[in-house]
């Protein structure tokens, strides 16, 4: 899959709308910082529910977790300069209870309404609750915000051993964290192996064995039943109740299983959603002058066509653009190829591309040692994703071809495979 291609819109330019952004974090603040960026010189006004100045989201389970308290203006999205300077007002601490599309007004948590011309929903998600006996005890803890970040990290300097509910990428980056500063990790997931929704079987299996030579223990296809807490220890309850059951004490648990769209404000008013607000390709919901970026929307006509809702820093920033553009009305960059990574130990992944589910996968060792990279293709031949372990230039360049059409599939398994084939090579047309 390449690309979508780039459109024209036909809309006339808006230089002097008041704007409100509803969310001030990675999807937000880059439609601010954009729509500036393209000449925007009416009101911007970003409004976030969470105190302070914006913490960016990615190092909340990596870096933040290992750092020392006082150290959070390094892991800030913007200065507070940066706002003054670019004359983009931000409300932080207070919350958007309800907007009204038609009277174009929407409402705060102390009573006040506010008017916009245009209005960008860009609200992400929240952790998804652990739907189990005792699943709601305050002391599982979760991780989306720098304020779950804060009460994690304080709780993780004082336990020992920490059970991690769900093996998706948040939660083995804790588990990465926890054990490099010395706790006694587990990993528990309900599916027959890691990143089961996200990444390709060898890449899965690559950090299994990453976290097993690590010392982290790891648990697949256990299904969690219950948690319990007595006055010294949690416990989680591993079977069905019935016969095979186990029980795993704990200092702490955290959950990771997964987001649910924050689209609470956009079903109220009416707006179309499925699992996230359903827009066009240009990021437009289905209410006039209603935007919704990152998280929380579901292009019906970008890279995804609407399947699935893309979770990345990478889509908060793009959505972000092409929405600016679109709110300007200019002509919109192409859906570009989904990217990702992550940070485990002292391996990074980068990935891009979506590992199909039928994906059939050919690993290839990079150039030095630790270097590797796993390609997955469809099942009509055609290259899907790339999947790299601290091998940038695997990632580089299978980024650049899953940009580029291959009508004559000039990308083969076999080419992947063969040791002999030197990848920026591939970079060249034929
Ligand atoms: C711990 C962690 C690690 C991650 N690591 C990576 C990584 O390594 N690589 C990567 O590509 N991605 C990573 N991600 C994913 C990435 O951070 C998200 O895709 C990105 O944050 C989405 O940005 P967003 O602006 O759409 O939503 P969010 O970051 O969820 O922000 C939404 C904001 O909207 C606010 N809000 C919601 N409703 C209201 C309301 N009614 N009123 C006022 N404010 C409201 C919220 O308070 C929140 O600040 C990670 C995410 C987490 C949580």
């Given amino acids: 899959m390449t690309a979508s291609t780039p ?3 036909s809309q006339p330019a808006s ?17 601010a910082e954009r729509l500036r960026k393209l000449g925007h010189e009416g009101s911007i006004t970003v409004i976030d529910r969470l105190k302070g100045l914006p913490l960016e989201r990615p190092p909340l389970s990596k870096a933040f977790l290992k750092s020392a308290e006082s150290d959070e203006t390094a892991f800030a999205l913007r200065s507070e300069s940066w706002f003054a300077d670019n004359q983009i007002t931000l409300m932080a601490g207070v919350t958007v209870t309800q907007i009204a599309p038609q009277d174009h007004q929407l409402t705060l948590d102390n009573g006040d309404t506010l008017g916009w011309h245009q209005l960008v929903l860009a609200t992400g998600a929240y952790p998804r609750p652990l739907p189990i006996s005792g699943g709601d005890n305050k002391n599982i803890m979760m991780l989306r915000h720098p304020v779950d970040a804060r009460a994690l990290r304080s709780k993780l300097n004082a336990a020992k051993h920490v059970i991690i509910i769900g093996g998706g990428y948040i939660g083995l980056e804790v588990a990465a964290s926890a054990r490099t500063l010395g706790k006694e990790v587990s990993v528990i997931e309900a599916a027959d192996r890691l990143l089961a929704r996200v990444a390709s079987a060898e890449a899965s299996a690559y950090f299994q064995a990453l976290h097993q030579a690590n010392g982290v223990a790891i648990h697949t296809q256990a299904q969690v039943s219950g948690i319990a807490e007595t006055e010294t220890k949690m416990q989680v309850l591993i079977g069905d109740n019935k016969a095979n059951n186990a029980t795993m004490d704990a200092d702490l648990i955290v959950a990771g299983i997964g987001v649910i769209p924050d689209m609470d404000l956009a079903a109220k008013a009416g707006l179309s959603t499925g699992n996230g607000v359903l827009t066009d390709a240009f990021y437009r919901s289905s209410a006039a002058d209603i935007y919704a970026i990152g998280d929380v929307a579901l292009p019906a006509h970008g890279y995804t066509n609407g399947t699935i809702r893309l979770e990345s820093v990478h889509h908060a920033q793009m959505s972000a653009d092409i929405a600016a553009q679109s709110m300007m009305g200019q002509a919109a960059d192409a859906h570009e190829t989904p990217w990702f990574w992550s940070e485990q130990y002292d391996v990074r992944l980068q990935s891009a591309g979506l590992v199909p589910a039928d994906h059939d996968t050919v690993r290839r060792e ?50 992947i495979a063969d040791p002999a084939t030197e990848l920026k090579t591939l970079m060249k047309r034929p």
Wanted: aromatic residues 6%.
């Fill in 7 to 9: 459109t024209q819109l």
């Fill in 15 to 31: 230089q002097h709308k008041d704007i409100i952004i509803i969310g001030a974090s990675h999807a937000g603040i880059a439609c």
């Fill in 366 to 415: 990079g150039r030095r040692q630790g270097q590797v990279s796993f390609w997955s293709f469809s099942a009509n031949g055609k290259l899907a994703a790339v999947e790299a372990l601290n091998d940038s230039q695997a990632y580089m360049v299978g980024r650049h071809l899953l940009s580029s059409p291959d009508p004559e599939n000039r990308i083969t398994k076999a080419l």
